[in-house]
């Protein structure tokens, strides 16, 4: 994590400007793995992906508006054999790559390919230190030791001062164990992130990305547990645990297990957005893009009020939610406590290097 582009970003909004500072991009909707709460495979079509050098472009209109952090996902992202050149496409033009990925048998070749490109940081998908859970959340699949494996190759392999991310998607699976995944993670060279599960309350209403999982709810005589669990993880990341949340996303996301509402301002379209495999651009992916990989006016469009009130309306209108890539963000540049765990982390973490 570069510590002059956090500073920077800081400092711009501390300033009042709206700057597009984190894109959320998906190179592929393909993924090898059928993970009982995600359904984003279902829209994978490998013929309509952007190939390298349009991925080139977009990057290029990313560091034209001033985006210094970009998050690589999919699907899963070593889906694309050409994940380096793709990963050297936004390093190259200054901007912190982390890679989003369930980290199934990846190898150290393929792993390395990707850092040696320029990645700075990694996330990788285990909700549990059980492999019996984590079998059943992937369908079936046994793929807890080939998980670990990748996280101990990226643990070895990444640069110093980089913050490689558990994400854990907590449901009634696993709230329980939570405060034993932080040692877990952090014998792995790992931090934990905590991301309250999104459930699609019907096929009808499903987004493309929440699959319709009930058994996975966490029911009302169970928010015990939940405050239980948030409770230590607030006390463990007081006494300085490796967790990558902030004290204000897991406050907030028992509140948000208990009545579905969240209490912040979402700075969608302002301050990050995502692109979709397909090179349109969007505020988050439950809107259409505003604009495509190639605009040559993206930064021009940015500051047009017209587009702006657009975005405005689009974030009122939405329902909300709880993903820590933009709450986060939002913390992590509007909240002081928030900015300064931030800024700790990044001292913590090339501490542990």
């Known amino acids: 994590m570069n510590l002059a582009n956090q500073i920077r970003r800081a400092l711009l909004a501390r300033m009042g400007a709206d700057v597009p500072i984190y894109a959320h991009v998906a190179l592929t909707h393909r993924c090898n793995m059928r993970c009982r709460p995600c359904v984003l495979w279902r829209r994978a079509d490998k013929s309509s992906e952007l190939d390298v050098s349009q991925f080139e472009t977009l990057a290029g209109n990313l ?134 599960i999104a459930i699609s309350p019907s096929e009808e209403e499903c987004d493309g990305f929440a699959a319709v999982v009930p058994d996975l709810a966490i029911p009302p005589q169970e928010f015990g547990i939940v405050e239980r669990s948030y409770s230590e993880l607030l006390r463990m990341k007081l006494r300085g645990a490796p967790i990558a949340n902030s004290s204000r996303f897991l406050k907030e996301s028992v509140r948000y297990f208990k009545t579905g509402a969240r209490d912040w301002a979402c700075d969608a379209g302002r301050l990050y957005f995502s692109v979709s495999p397909e090179g349109g651009i969007s505020i988050c992916h439950n809107f259409e893009p505003f604009a495509r990989h190639d605009d040559p006016d993206l930064a021009a469009r940015l500051r047009s009020p017209e587009l702006r009130a657009q975005m405005r309306m689009q974030r009122e209108q939405c329902r909300g939610c709880m993903r820590p890539c933009w709450a986060e963000m939002t913390y992590a540049v509007k909240d002081v406590r928030a900015s300064l765990e931030a800024f700790r982390l990044s001292l913590s973490a090339r501490r542990r290097r």
């Open 63 to 196: 560091a034209a508006v001033g985006v210094t952090t970009c998050a690589l996902s999919g699907g899963d992202p070593f889906m694309r054999k050409d994940l380096p050149d793709l990963t050297r496409a936004f390093a190259v033009r200054g901007m912190d790559v982390r890679i989003l990925t369930h980290g199934v048998g990846l190898g150290e070749e393929r792993i390395r390919a990707v850092i040696e490109a320029g990645a700075t940081d990694v996330s990788i998908s285990l909700d549990s230190a059980d492999p019996a859970k984590v079998k059943d959340l992937y369908n079936g699949v046994d793929v807890f030791d080939r998980v670990v494996e990748s996280m101990r190759i990226f643990a070895r392999l990444l640069p110093r001062g980089a913050v490689p991310i558990m994400n854990v998607v907590v449901s009634r699976a696993n709230v329980g164990e939570l405060p034993r995944l932080v040692p877990f993670a952090e014998q792995l060279g790992f931090y934990c992130s905590f991301v309250p």
